[in-house]
C-alpha cells in the first residue's frame, strides 16, 4: 500500500522538459551520462561568470569527476548524482539574473529549477539553496549599498518567479511528494520514543545526524585516505599491507573471525563509509588561492557557506549547533547524514579554484599578484601542518578495534585470553600501521600534486611559461589525480557480465517450493536476521510477495510496526498473521542453506471479523497487538456506527491485485466489518462496494478496514491520490511558460547577433 512516489512516478505531460536530460547528457548511456551532465552544467556555469571556455571544461571534469560522484555513483544513489550534476547550471543562471542579463537568467533558472527538482533528491535540492540563500544576502547587501533598488526588486521578482515555474513545472512530484512525507517517517511517529528511528515531528537526534564527520574529517577533501579511505575497500595492496600479513600469520579460524574487523577506515562515521568526498589536491590548493588571498568578489559569501557546512557536517560530534538547526532550521530534520553537505564546499571549491586560475594565468603579473601568490602558499603550508599534526598525534584506531579489544580483556578464562590477545594486539597494531601509510602516502602525493602545479603558475608569473601551456599541465595533473582516486571506488569490479548478474535473479530450491503455492500470500525472509530483512534486503521480492525490504522513506505507520513487533520475532506472532505472512525463510543453523517454514495462522487477504473495538491511544493499540486474535477482533481508532453481526458462512475472497487496485468480492447475511492485509495510506486510496464510495478505517494500527452491508458484493479498492491529478495541470501550464520563455531567450539573442552584425 505504500507510494512507489520516490521511484517510479511519471507525470504524463505532453510538453515536459525531460528533452533536455537528453539533450544535456549528449545521449551517453548510465553511468558515463552522470558525469557528462555535471561537466557540461559546471562549463555553462564558467561561461555565465566570463571564466575561459577552456578552464570552464577543466573546472568542468573536475567538478564531474569528484570522488564522492564516482561513490554515489557506484553504490546506486541515482538520484542525488543527477541533482549534484545541475547545481552549477542553477547557480549560474541565477548569477545572470543578479548580472542584469534578465531574459536569459529566468528563462534558464526555471529550466534548471525544474530539472534539479525534477532528479528528485529534496536533500541536495535542500543544500543547493542553502548556497543560493548566502550567494542572494551578498548580492543585496551589495545592491543596497549602491542603492540600486530597482534592480534588486527587479532581480528578487524574477528569480522568486523562475523559482516557482521550475518547482510547478514538477507540481506532481512535489505534491505527491510533500503530502506523502507527513505520513512517512521523515514527518514524525505518534510511537516515537528514544529507540524510535524518528520522533514526533521527523527524524530523530541520533538518526538524523548519524553519518557525522570528526572536526578535522573534511580535509579528506584534500587527503582522501587522512581517515583510511572506505570501509569496504582494501585501500591499501595486499602484498603491502601488514594487517594481511598478521592475519596470514595466525591461527585460520582466528583469522577468518578477524576479517570483518577489516576495514581501513577509522573516522567519525560508526556506519561505515564507501568512500571519501576527495575533490583533488590541485583543485583544493587552487580553491584556497581563490578563497585567501586572490581578488575574487565572490569569495566571501562562497567562504560563508563553506564554514556552515562544515559546522553542519561535523553533526553528533558538534551536537548542542546541529541539534539547534534540526530544531529550528525549517525542514532540516526531514534529512539525515551530515556527511552529505559536503556537496556544498565540493561544489565551492571547483569554483573558486576556476576563478583563481583565470586571475593567476590569464591576468597580468604584478607584484601584487605574485605578493598575494605567496600568502596563499601560506594558507596551503598550514592546511598540510594540520594534516601532519593529525598524522603525529592520532592513535590511528578506530571504535571497533576499541571495542574488540575490551571483549578479548572481558574474557573470563585466563587461558583462553591470554592465548588470542597477542594475536589480536598484533592485527590492530598492523591496522594502525597500515592507516599511517595511508596518511603519509596522501601528504607527500598532495605535495608532489600542489608542486606541479603551484610551480607551472609561478613560471607564468615570472613570464618562463605560456598561461596555455600551464593551465594544459594544471589541468591534466587535477583529472588523472581525480580519476586514479575514482578508480577504487567505481571500477571494473562494479560492472557484472549480463549473465552473471542474471544468477542473483535464478530462484534458489526454497523459492521454487514455496511458489508452488500459486494462492495470495506474503513470506518473511530472515536468513540475514530481524534487522537484514528490513535494511538492504530486496532479492526476496524478486520471488516473493514480501513483509520485509528497505525504504528511506517508509510510511511512519509500517516503521512503528517492524520497530514495535516484527523486531520482536518470534514474539510477534499476531502481526505476521495479520500480513498474511504463510511462510518464514530461514537459514539451516548447520548448513547456512535456506530453509522454510509454513505458517497456517497466516490471516490472508482479507478477513471478517466478529467484534470490534474502538481505541483512539495508537500506543495501546500497538500493544494490544501482543496478544490479538486478529482473526476474530479488529481494533480501529474511528467510531464506528455500523452493525457488526457475526454469522457463519460469511466469507470474503481475493479476487485480483494489480498494482493500483485490488478487487474482492463478499458474501454475508448480515453487515460485517471486513479487515484487508493492506497498508493503510488515506491520501491515495478509496474503496468502493459496488462502485459506491465507502470510508476506509485505519485497522490494527497499519491496515486497512471497511463496513460491509449484508448479501453479495464487489469490493474494489483504488490507488487515486487527489494530490496526483489536481496538480497535472499546474505542470503543464508551467512547462508551457519554460518553452515560452527559452523561445523569448533564442529570439533576443538571435536579434543581438543580428545587431552584431550590422555594426560589424
Given at each position: 500500500?505504500?507510494?512507489?512516489?520516490?521511484?517510479?512516478?511519471?507525470?504524463?505531460?505532453?510538453?515536459?522538459?525531460?528533452?533536455?536530460?537528453?539533450?544535456?547528457?549528449?545521449?551517453?548511456?548510465?553511468?558515463?551520462?552522470?558525469?557528462?551532465?555535471?561537466?557540461?552544467?559546471?562549463?555553462?556555469?564558467?561561461?555565465?561568470?566570463?571564466?575561459?571556455?577552456?578552464?570552464?571544461?577543466?573546472?568542468?571534469?573536475?567538478?564531474?569527476?569528484?570522488?564522492?560522484?564516482?561513490?554515489?555513483?557506484?553504490?546506486?544513489?541515482?538520484?542525488?548524482?543527477?541533482?549534484?550534476?545541475?547545481?552549477?547550471?542553477?547557480?549560474?543562471?541565477?548569477?545572470?539574473?543578479?548580472?542584469?542579463?534578465?531574459?536569459?537568467?529566468?528563462?534558464?533558472?526555471?529550466?534548471?529549477?525544474?530539472?534539479?527538482?525534477?532528479?528528485?533528491?529534496?536533500?541536495i535540492t535542500y543544500y543547493t539553496l542553502l548556497i543560493i540563500l548566502f550567494m542572494g544576502v551578498y548580492y543585496l547587501v551589495q545592491w543596497i549599498k549602491a542603492k540600486e533598488f530597482k534592480h534588486l526588486l527587479t532581480s528578487l521578482g524574477l528569480s522568486l518567479g523562475a523559482g516557482i515555474i521550475g518547482l510547478l513545472c514538477n507540481a506532481v512530484v512535489l505534491s505527491t511528494t510533500f503530502e506523502y512525507s507527513k505520513a512517512s517517517i521523515r514527518g514524525g511517529s505518534v510511537l516515537a520514543d528514544e529507540k524510535s528511528s524518528n520522533d514526533k515531528n521527523g527524524l530523530n537526534k541520533s538518526y538524523a545526524l548519524s553519518y557525522s564527520f570528526f572536526k578535522s574529517e573534511p580535509l579528506v577533501m584534500m587527503f582522501p585516505h587522512l581517515y583510511g579511505g572506505s570501509s569496504g575497500n582494501l585501500e591499501v595492496a595486499e602484498e603491502k599491507s601488514k594487517t594481511i600479513e598478521a592475519l596470514q600469520q595466525m591461527p585460520q579460524e582466528l583469522g577468518q573471525q578477524l576479517q570483518g574487523y577489516l576495514q581501513f577506515y577509522w573516522g567519525g562515521i560508526t556506519q561505515g563509509t564507501s568512500g571519501p568526498p576527495y575533490s583533488g589536491a590541485i583543485i583544493c590548493f587552487l580553491a584556497l588561492l581563490g578563497l585567501s588571498f586572490i581578488p575574487n568578489k565572490h569569495k566571501w559569501w562562497m567562504m560563508?557557506?563553506?564554514?556552515?557546512?562544515?559546522?553542519?557536517?561535523?553533526?553528533?560530534?558538534?551536537?548542542?549547533?546541529?541539534?539547534?538547526?534540526?530544531?529550528?532550521?525549517?525542514?532540516?530534520?526531514?534529512?539525515?547524514?551530515?556527511?552529505?553537505?559536503?556537496?556544498?564546499?565540493?561544489?565551492?571549491?571547483?569554483?573558486?579554484?576556476?576563478?583563481?586560475?583565470?586571475?593567476?594565468?590569464?591576468?597580468?603579473?604584478?607584484?601584487?599578484?605574485?605578493?598575494?601568490?605567496?600568502?596563499?602558499?601560506?594558507?596551503?603550508?598550514?592546511?598540510?601542518?594540520?594534516?601532519?599534526?593529525?598524522?603525529?598525534?592520532?592513535?590511528?584506531?578506530?571504535?571497533?578495534?576499541?571495542?574488540?579489544?575490551?571483549?578479548?580483556?572481558?574474557?573470563?578464562?585466563?587461558?583462553?585470553?591470554?592465548?588470542?590477545?597477542?594475536?589480536?594486539?598484533?592485527?590492530?597494531?598492523?591496522?594502525?600501521?597500515?592507516?599511517?601509510?595511508?596518511?603519509?602516502?596522501?601528504?607527500?602525493?598532495?605535495?608532489?600534486?600542489?608542486?606541479?602545479?603551484?610551480?607551472?603558475?609561478?613560471?607564468?608569473?615570472?613570464?618562463?611559461?605560456?598561461?596555455?601551456?600551464?593551465?594544459?599541465?594544471?589541468?591534466?595533473?587535477?583529472?588523472?589525480?581525480?580519476?586514479?582516486?575514482?578508480?577504487?571506488?567505481?571500477?571494473?569490479?562494479?560492472?557484472?557480465?549480463?549473465?552473471?548478474?542474471?544468477?542473483?535473479?535464478?530462484?534458489?530450491?526454497?523459492?521454487?517450493?514455496?511458489?508452488?503455492?500459486?494462492?495470495?500470500?506474503?513470506?518473511?525472509?530472515?536468513?540475514?536476521?530481524?534487522?537484514?530483512?528490513?535494511?538492504?534486503?530486496?532479492?526476496?521480492?524478486?520471488?516473493?510477495?514480501?513483509?520485509?525490504?528497505?525504504?528511506?522513506?517508509?510510511?511512519?505507520?509500517?516503521?512503528?510496526?517492524?520497530?514495535?513487533?516484527?523486531?520482536?520475532?518470534?514474539?510477534?506472532?499476531?502481526?505476521?498473521?495479520?500480513?498474511?505472512?504463510?511462510?518464514?525463510?530461514?537459514?539451516?543453523?548447520?548448513?547456512?542453506?535456506?530453509?522454510?517454514?509454513?505458517?497456517?495462522?497466516?490471516?490472508?487477504?482479507?478477513?471478517?471479523?466478529?467484534?470490534?473495538?474502538?481505541?483512539?491511544?495508537?500506543?495501546?493499540?500497538?500493544?494490544?497487538?501482543?496478544?490479538?486474535?486478529?482473526?476474530?477482533?479488529?481494533?480501529?481508532?474511528?467510531?464506528?456506527?455500523?452493525?457488526?453481526?457475526?454469522?457463519?458462512?460469511?466469507?470474503?475472497?481475493?479476487?485480483?491485485?494489480?498494482?493500483?487496485?485490488?478487487?474482492?468480492?463478499?458474501?454475508?447475511?448480515?453487515?460485517?466489518?471486513?479487515?484487508?492485509?493492506?497498508?493503510?495510506?488515506?491520501?491515495?486510496?478509496?474503496?468502493?462496494?459496488?462502485?459506491?464510495?465507502?470510508?476506509?478505517?485505519?485497522?490494527?494500527?497499519?491496515?486497512?478496514?471497511?463496513?460491509?452491508?449484508?448479501?453479495?458484493?464487489?469490493?474494489?479498492?483504488?490507488?487515486?491520490?487527489?494530490?496526483?491529478?489536481?496538480?497535472?495541470?499546474?505542470?503543464?501550464?508551467?512547462?508551457?511558460?519554460?518553452?515560452?520563455?527559452?523561445?523569448?531567450?533564442?529570439?533576443?539573442?538571435?536579434?543581438?547577433?543580428?545587431?552584431?552584425?550590422?555594426?560589424?
Open positions: 500500500g505504500m507510494p512507489a512516489y520516490q521511484i517510479a512516478l511519471k507525470s504524463p505531460n505532453p510538453i515536459s522538459i525531460g528533452i533536455f536530460y537528453d539533450f544535456l547528457s549528449l545521449g551517453m548511456p548510465k553511468p558515463i551520462y552522470f558525469f557528462v551532465i555535471a561537466a557540461i552544467c559546471f562549463y555553462l556555469l564558467c561561461l555565465f561568470m566570463s571564466i575561459s571556455p577552456f578552464i570552464g571544461w577543466l573546472a568542468g571534469l573536475s567538478y564531474a569527476f569528484a570522488t564522492y560522484n564516482a561513490i554515489i555513483i557506484s553504490v546506486g544513489h541515482d538520484t542525488k548524482m543527477l541533482a549534484i550534476a545541475f547545481i552549477p547550471a542553477l547557480i549560474g543562471s541565477l548569477y545572470l539574473i543578479f548580472e542584469k542579463k534578465y531574459i536569459y537568467g529566468t528563462a534558464l533558472t526555471s529550466l534548471f529549477t525544474a530539472l534539479m527538482v525534477g532528479a528528485n533528491h529534496p536533500q560563508s557557506a563553506t564554514v556552515l557546512a562544515f559546522f553542519m557536517s561535523w553533526g553528533l560530534y558538534w551536537e548542542d549547533f546541529n541539534v539547534f538547526l534540526l530544531n529550528n532550521l525549517p525542514f532540516y530534520n526531514k534529512f539525515r547524514a551530515p556527511s552529505m553537505i559536503l556537496v556544498i564546499p565540493t561544489f565551492l571549491f571547483v569554483l573558486s579554484a576556476a576563478i583563481a586560475t583565470q586571475h593567476l594565468l590569464f591576468t597580468e603579473a604584478s607584484k601584487e599578484l605574485l605578493k598575494n601568490y605567496k600568502k596563499g602558499i601560506y594558507v596551503v603550508l598550514g592546511v598540510f601542518a594540520l594534516g601532519l599534526l593529525i598524522y603525529i598525534t592520532s592513535d590511528f584506531k578506530s571504535s571497533n578495534e576499541t571495542e574488540l579489544l575490551e571483549q578479548v580483556g572481558n574474557i573470563q578464562d585466563p587461558q583462553q585470553r591470554n592465548a588470542i590477545l597477542p594475536a589480536i594486539k598484533s592485527f590492530v597494531s598492523a591496522l594502525q600501521e597500515d592507516r599511517k601509510g595511508l596518511l603519509m602516502g596522501d601528504l607527500l602525493r598532495a605535495l608532489f600534486l600542489i608542486s606541479i602545479a603551484g610551480v607551472s603558475i609561478w613560471m607564468v608569473q615570472i613570464k618562463k611559461l605560456k598561461p596555455n601551456l600551464a593551465l594544459v599541465i594544471v589541468g591534466l595533473a587535477s583529472i588523472i589525480d581525480l580519476l586514479s582516486i575514482d578508480a577504487k571506488y567505481l571500477n571494473e569490479n562494479n560492472y557484472q557480465e549480463v549473465e552473471e548478474q542474471e544468477t542473483y535473479f535464478t530462484p534458489q530450491p526454497v523459492n521454487l517450493e514455496i511458489a508452488k503455492d500459486t494462492g495470495y500470500y506474503r513470506v518473511f525472509d530472515i536468513t540475514n536476521g530481524v534487522n537484514g530483512a528490513f535494511n538492504g534486503n530486496a532479492i526476496t521480492s524478486v520471488f516473493h510477495a514480501s513483509i520485509g525490504g528497505y525504504h528511506a522513506a517508509k510510511l511512519s505507520i509500517y516503521q512503528d510496526l517492524i520497530e514495535k513487533q516484527l523486531y520482536k520475532f518470534p514474539n510477534c506472532m499476531p502481526a505476521i498473521n495479520m500480513l498474511n505472512t504463510r511462510y518464514l525463510i530461514y537459514a539451516d543453523q548447520n548448513t547456512g542453506e535456506k530453509r522454510y517454514q509454513y505458517n497456517p495462522d497466516a490471516a490472508g487477504a482479507s478477513w471478517f471479523v466478529d467484534s470490534i473495538q474502538v481505541e483512539k491511544n495508537p500506543a495501546s493499540i500497538m500493544k494490544a497487538l501482543d496478544s490479538l486474535n486478529v482473526k476474530q477482533k479488529a481494533i480501529i481508532e474511528t467510531e464506528f456506527a455500523s452493525k457488526n453481526i457475526p454469522t457463519a458462512g460469511d466469507s470474503i475472497w481475493i479476487v485480483s491485485n494489480l498494482n493500483d487496485e485490488v478487487n474482492y468480492q463478499s458474501q454475508s447475511t448480515s453487515d460485517r466489518f471486513a479487515v484487508f492485509s493492506e497498508v493503510y495510506y488515506e491520501k491515495g486510496w478509496k474503496a468502493y462496494v459496488d462502485g459506491k464510495e465507502t470510508p476506509i478505517y485505519k485497522t490494527n494500527y497499519v491496515l486497512r478496514g471497511i463496513a460491509v452491508p449484508a448479501g453479495k458484493h464487489d469490493i474494489r479498492f483504488e490507488f487515486k491520490p487527489d494530490s496526483y491529478y489536481k496538480s497535472q495541470k499546474l505542470e503543464l501550464v508551467a512547462s508551457g511558460i519554460i518553452w515560452l520563455l527559452l523561445a523569448l531567450s533564442a529570439f533576443q539573442l538571435f536579434k543581438q547577433n543580428k545587431e552584431n552584425d550590422k555594426v560589424a
